[in-house]
Protein backbone atom coordinates (compact mmCIF):
# COMPACT_ATOMS: atom_id res chain seq x y z
CA UNK A 1 0.00 0.00 0.00
CA UNK A 2 1.25 3.53 -0.98
CA UNK A 3 1.56 5.93 1.75
CA UNK A 4 -1.53 7.59 0.46
CA UNK A 5 -3.38 4.51 0.41
CA UNK A 6 -2.49 3.59 4.18
CA UNK A 7 -3.10 7.33 5.41
CA UNK A 8 -6.86 7.23 3.80
CA UNK A 9 -7.35 4.02 5.52
CA UNK A 10 -5.80 4.97 9.33
CA UNK A 11 -8.00 8.22 8.81
CA UNK A 12 -11.77 6.62 7.36
CA UNK A 13 -11.42 3.53 9.51
CA UNK A 14 -10.85 4.97 12.93
CA UNK A 15 -13.51 7.52 14.10
CA UNK A 16 -10.51 10.17 15.70
CA UNK A 17 -6.76 9.85 14.38
CA UNK A 18 -3.76 12.15 15.57
CA UNK A 19 -0.57 11.98 13.44
CA UNK A 20 1.55 13.82 15.76
CA UNK A 21 5.78 13.07 16.87
CA UNK A 22 6.08 10.92 19.19
CA UNK A 23 2.84 8.38 20.81
CA UNK A 24 -0.06 9.60 23.04
CA UNK A 25 2.13 8.23 26.27
CA UNK A 26 5.81 9.41 25.23
CA UNK A 27 5.40 12.71 22.59
CA UNK A 28 8.37 14.02 21.19
CA UNK A 29 7.58 17.66 20.32
CA UNK A 30 5.43 20.36 22.46
CA UNK A 31 2.67 20.82 19.91
CA UNK A 32 1.84 16.87 19.54
CA UNK A 33 2.07 16.80 23.28
CA UNK A 34 -0.38 19.71 23.67
CA UNK A 35 -2.96 17.84 21.57
CA UNK A 36 -2.24 14.69 22.79
CA UNK A 37 -3.06 15.53 26.12
CA UNK A 38 -6.11 17.41 25.82
CA UNK A 39 -7.33 14.29 24.40
CA UNK A 40 -5.94 12.54 26.75
CA UNK A 41 -7.66 14.35 29.72
CA UNK A 42 -11.29 14.56 27.73
CA UNK A 43 -10.60 10.62 27.90
CA UNK A 44 -11.43 10.58 24.12
CA UNK A 45 -10.48 7.40 22.68
CA UNK A 46 -8.11 7.48 19.40
CA UNK A 47 -5.43 6.57 17.60
CA UNK A 48 -1.83 8.14 17.52
CA UNK A 49 0.10 7.49 14.56
CA UNK A 50 4.08 8.25 15.00
CA UNK A 51 4.83 10.59 12.07
CA UNK A 52 8.77 10.18 13.16
CA UNK A 53 8.25 5.93 12.66
CA UNK A 54 8.20 6.23 9.21
CA UNK A 55 9.38 9.23 6.55
CA UNK A 56 6.62 8.41 4.17
CA UNK A 57 3.85 9.00 6.29
CA UNK A 58 5.29 12.01 7.71
CA UNK A 59 5.52 13.82 4.70
CA UNK A 60 2.57 11.73 2.87
CA UNK A 61 -0.11 13.07 5.45
CA UNK A 62 1.56 16.75 4.64
CA UNK A 63 0.54 16.27 1.16
CA UNK A 64 -2.77 14.72 1.95
CA UNK A 65 -4.18 17.58 4.16
CA UNK A 66 -2.22 20.09 2.39
CA UNK A 67 -1.51 21.22 5.58
CA UNK A 68 2.26 21.82 6.45
CA UNK A 69 2.81 21.10 10.13
CA UNK A 70 2.27 17.84 12.64
CA UNK A 71 0.34 17.13 14.38
CA UNK A 72 -2.56 17.41 12.60
CA UNK A 73 -6.16 15.88 13.90
CA UNK A 74 -8.66 14.00 11.91
CA UNK A 75 -12.53 13.08 13.33
CA UNK A 76 -14.27 11.11 11.12
CA UNK A 77 -12.18 11.46 8.08
CA UNK A 78 -12.09 15.43 8.41
CA UNK A 79 -9.33 17.29 8.86
CA UNK A 80 -9.78 19.21 12.03
CA UNK A 81 -6.96 21.29 12.54
CA UNK A 82 -3.17 21.32 13.97
CA UNK A 83 -2.22 22.52 17.55
CA UNK A 84 -3.38 25.97 17.29
CA UNK A 85 -6.54 25.40 15.63
CA UNK A 86 -7.42 22.45 18.14
CA UNK A 87 -6.13 24.91 21.33
CA UNK A 88 -8.69 27.80 20.38
CA UNK A 89 -11.64 24.99 19.78
CA UNK A 90 -10.86 23.30 22.96
CA UNK A 91 -11.26 26.66 24.50
CA UNK A 92 -14.21 27.87 23.42
CA UNK A 93 -16.36 24.93 23.23
CA UNK A 94 -16.48 23.99 19.71
CA UNK A 95 -14.33 20.85 20.20
CA UNK A 96 -17.21 19.64 22.05
CA UNK A 97 -19.44 20.77 19.81
CA UNK A 98 -18.15 18.63 17.41
CA UNK A 99 -17.77 15.73 19.24
CA UNK A 100 -21.26 16.04 20.04
CA UNK A 101 -22.40 16.52 16.20
CA UNK A 102 -19.69 13.65 15.16
CA UNK A 103 -20.90 11.10 18.06
CA UNK A 104 -17.50 10.83 19.74
CA UNK A 105 -17.24 10.36 23.57
CA UNK A 106 -15.73 12.32 25.51
CA UNK A 107 -15.47 13.97 29.05
CA UNK A 108 -17.59 16.88 29.45
CA UNK A 109 -16.63 17.70 33.06
CA UNK A 110 -12.54 17.30 32.23
CA UNK A 111 -13.19 20.10 29.46
CA UNK A 112 -14.92 21.98 31.62
CA UNK A 113 -12.15 21.79 33.63
CA UNK A 114 -9.52 22.64 30.93
CA UNK A 115 -11.77 25.63 30.21
CA UNK A 116 -11.34 26.93 33.85
CA UNK A 117 -7.70 26.57 34.31
CA UNK A 118 -7.11 28.82 31.00
CA UNK A 119 -10.36 31.07 31.72
CA UNK B 1 18.68 28.28 9.86
CA UNK B 2 16.25 31.31 10.98
CA UNK B 3 14.48 34.58 10.24
CA UNK B 4 13.51 37.65 12.05
CA UNK B 5 10.78 39.12 13.13
CA UNK B 6 10.69 41.38 10.76
CA UNK B 7 11.27 39.34 7.98
CA UNK B 8 8.52 37.22 9.02
CA UNK B 9 6.35 40.14 8.65
CA UNK B 10 7.44 40.71 5.31
CA UNK B 11 6.88 37.75 4.03
CA UNK B 12 3.26 37.83 5.50
CA UNK B 13 2.59 41.51 4.41
CA UNK B 14 3.27 40.58 0.86
CA UNK B 15 0.22 38.31 1.06
CA UNK B 16 -1.90 40.44 3.63
CA UNK B 17 -1.25 43.79 2.69
CA UNK B 18 -3.55 45.41 5.18
CA UNK B 19 -3.79 42.71 7.79
CA UNK B 20 -2.74 44.06 11.21
CA UNK B 21 0.00 41.00 12.15
CA UNK B 22 1.67 40.81 15.33
CA UNK B 23 4.81 38.47 15.68
CA UNK B 24 6.12 37.45 18.80
CA UNK B 25 9.28 35.80 18.94
CA UNK B 26 8.10 33.23 21.39
CA UNK B 27 11.69 31.67 22.35
CA UNK B 28 14.31 34.69 21.53
CA UNK B 29 16.11 32.11 19.24
CA UNK B 30 14.44 33.39 15.81
CA UNK B 31 12.96 29.58 15.07
CA UNK B 32 10.01 29.73 17.14
CA UNK B 33 7.40 32.62 16.81
CA UNK B 34 3.48 33.45 17.31
CA UNK B 35 1.77 34.85 14.81
CA UNK B 36 -1.21 36.64 14.84
CA UNK B 37 -2.98 37.58 11.59
CA UNK B 38 -6.39 39.63 11.31
CA UNK B 39 -7.70 40.17 7.39
CA UNK B 40 -10.63 40.82 5.88
CA UNK B 41 -10.02 38.04 3.30
CA UNK B 42 -10.49 35.54 6.58
CA UNK B 43 -14.35 36.47 6.53
CA UNK B 44 -16.24 33.61 5.80
CA UNK B 45 -13.75 31.60 5.69
CA UNK B 46 -13.03 28.38 8.50
CA UNK B 47 -9.81 28.23 10.73
CA UNK B 48 -7.90 25.73 8.38
CA UNK B 49 -8.82 27.63 5.36
CA UNK B 50 -7.72 30.91 7.01
CA UNK B 51 -4.01 28.90 8.16
CA UNK B 52 -3.52 27.52 4.61
CA UNK B 53 -3.68 31.19 3.59
CA UNK B 54 -0.82 31.66 5.77
CA UNK B 55 1.47 28.72 5.16
CA UNK B 56 0.69 29.78 1.73
CA UNK B 57 2.13 33.37 2.21
CA UNK B 58 5.32 31.78 3.91
CA UNK B 59 6.13 29.79 0.49
CA UNK B 60 8.04 27.02 1.85
CA UNK B 61 9.42 28.36 5.01
CA UNK B 62 8.05 25.56 7.28
CA UNK B 63 8.71 22.54 5.13
CA UNK B 64 9.97 20.41 7.19
CA UNK B 65 13.97 19.92 7.45
CA UNK B 66 14.67 22.10 4.27
CA UNK B 67 12.34 24.76 6.64
CA UNK B 68 14.05 27.57 8.29
CA UNK B 69 10.64 28.20 10.49
CA UNK B 70 10.54 25.56 12.91
CA UNK B 71 7.74 26.65 14.89
CA UNK B 72 4.84 29.17 14.65
CA UNK B 73 2.41 29.44 16.15
CA UNK B 74 -1.09 30.81 14.74
CA UNK B 75 -3.83 32.82 15.17
CA UNK B 76 -6.20 34.02 12.68
CA UNK B 77 -9.25 36.17 12.50
CA UNK B 78 -11.46 38.21 10.45
CA UNK B 79 -11.83 41.62 11.71
CA UNK B 80 -14.68 42.02 13.97
Known amino acids: MSAQDTIRATVEG ?27 FMGVSYVDVNVLADADIRQG ?22 CDIVTEMTLSG ?26 | ?17 AAKITITDLAGDGNHYAAEVIDASFKGKNRVQQQRDVYAALKGKMDGANGVLHALALTTKAPE
Open chain 1, 14 to 40: NDVVLFMKGTKTMPQCGFSSRVAGVLN
Open chain 1, 61 to 82: IKDYSDWPTIPQLYVKGEFVGG
Open chain 2, 1 to 17: MAMTASELEQLLRESFP
Open chain 1, 94 to 119: ELDQLFDAKGVAYDKDAADKIREANA
